[in-house]
Structures are given as C-alpha cells and as structure tokens.
C-alpha cells in the first residue's frame, strides 16, 4: 500500500518552532519532486516548499522564505519541513505530497500521493 505520513504537528506560541516529518511507505522517495502544502480552514491549499526529486535549491511560498527549510534523507524515505519563527497565520493543516516526476512544482494539482495531514496551531 503506497503511503505517506506526517508527523511533528502540535501547538506552539508564535516565535516558536516545530519541525515536521513525511515518511513513506510502499513506495520510494527517491527521485521524486516532494511538496508540502497547507490548509488553513476556510482557505484554498497552499504551496509551502517543494524540492526536486535531484535535490537543489528548494522553492517557498514568500511568507515562510527564511523561516522554513524543507529537507530530504532518501535513506530513510522522509521528508523534512523544519518550521521556525511561527507566527498565528502559519496556523493550518499541512499536507506532505509526492509526485510521479522529478520536477518540483507548488501546484497540488500535480502530486499524486497525499498524506492524511498534520494540524499546526501557533497561538499565545
């Protein structure tokens, strides 16, 4: 069964920092465009970051530029999004996603694999 699973949501106080982690399972990572993307209620999905399945210089949306940093470890089939400097409107579900290719994009539209979400909550 192909899956992936996030985890590392949970509750911080704005400035704090929270690092998520997408394992995958019955299929490899490896040479894979991977995203992550978000859902705050009442809004659209968002693009977060995406990496290429070679690596390289990730791409983010401009409100997380500088304070998340998107990771991979093929080794261990998993993804990273390591979240700093939160703020209350970073608060959402965020999703991991994978692609069939190796060309990063931040349209969901394009990811064929989902996981089931992590709830994120910055508040004071």
């Known amino acids: 069964q192909l899956q992936l699973v996030e985890s590392g949501g949970g509750a911080v106080q704005p400035g704090g920092s929270l690092r998520l982690s997408c394992v995958a399972s019955?299929?490899?990572?490896?040479?894979?465009?991977i995203g992550w993307f978000r859902q705050a209620p009442g809004k659209e999905r968002e693009g977060v970051s995406c990496?290429?399945?070679?690596?390289?210089?990730?791409d983010y949306v401009d409100s997380v530029k500088g304070r998340f940093t998107i990771s991979r470890d093929n080794a261990k089939n998993t993804v990273y999004l390591q979240m700093s400097s939160l703020k209350p409107e970073d608060t959402a579900v965020y999703f991991c996603?994978?692609?069939?290719?190796?060309?990063?994009?931040?349209?969901?539209?394009?990811?064929?694999?989902w996981g089931q979400g992590t709830q994120v909550t910055v508040s004071s």
């Open positions: 996603a994978a692609r069939r290719y190796a060309i990063k994009t931040m349209n969901p539209g394009a990811y064929a694999y």
């Open positions: 019955g299929f490899t990572l490896d040479y894979r465009a």
């Open positions: 990496i290429s399945g070679s690596g390289g210089v990730p």
